[in-house]
């Protein structure tokens, strides 16, 4: 039972460097988000899918990309990372069209931007 | 724009005592709420959940929370913290959108 699972748990990136932080899920859940987690902040939504095909922008988007091509993978890019992107990610997926259900988290991924 | 506040960063109880965390949220419509626990090193699991109907919320491990409109409050309880309590607690609202909105979060610490 993998649940949502994240790869890499811990990164070191250097100013300006690109790397895409992975997500799938096995439940078939069809809405599918990232959330980033700083001190002080909570979890701040940076991108979200309701399916397939559609993605849309949640409250700290710049700097970041995602495509859903499948149902099961989530991927979120950095094209140029920043220091300012120092966080800790997580992914996190519904049965619900929404959140409305239940999110189901991964474990995070540390990234550090130097 | 939809907010969360949680007052208190950081709470410590005794174990065997009573534990309230306080969430204050800013909707402008009927908020879904919810309350979401963090142990060290691991993603969010959901404690309870509000959408509509009874304004008193059971969840697991012996939590309850209480929806109050009036005062835009959505505070989570427990009778009596066990040392398996020691977590961060986020509260977390959204609507009628697919955009949740957490709060900062408040750190528990149980003593013994």
């Known amino acids: 039972n993998a649940g949502v699972t994240q790869t890499p748990k811990f990164q070191v990136l250097k100013t300006g460097q690109s790397m895409t932080l992975q997500c799938a899920q096995d439940m078939n859940h069809e809405y599918m988000s990232w959330y980033r987690q700083d001190p002080g902040m909570g979890l701040r939504l940076i991108h979200y899918s309701v399916g397939a095909g559609i993605t849309d922008q949640g409250e700290v988007p710049n700097g970041y990309n995602v495509s859903r091509s499948t149902t099961e993978d989530f991927p979120l890019r950095l094209l140029s990372a920043a220091p300012s992107q120092t966080s800790v990610y997580f992914c996190a997926s519904s049965p619900s069209l929404g959140y409305t259900g239940e999110l189901f988290f991964g474990e995070g991924s540390r990234l550090t931007v130097l | 724009a939809q907010s969360v506040t949680q007052p208190d960063i950081h709470i410590t109880v005794s174990e065997g005592a009573s534990l309230e965390l306080r969430c204050n949220y800013s909707y402008g419509a009927t908020p879904y709420l919810f309350w979401y626990v963090q142990s060290p090193g691991q993603g969010l699991q959901l404690l309870l959940k509000?959408?509509?109907?009874?304004?008193l919320v059971q969840g697991i491990k012996g939590f309850e929370a209480e929806f109050k409109r009036s005062q835009s409050s959505f505070n989570l309880r427990k009778p009596s913290v066990h040392w398996s309590d020691a977590a961060e607690y986020f509260c977390?609202?959204?609507?009628?959108?697919?955009?949740?909105?957490f709060g900062a979060g408040t750190t528990v610490t149980v003593r013994a």
């Open positions: 509000y959408f509509s109907g009874d304004t």
């Open positions: 977390a609202v959204g609507g009628n959108d697919y955009k949740l909105s």
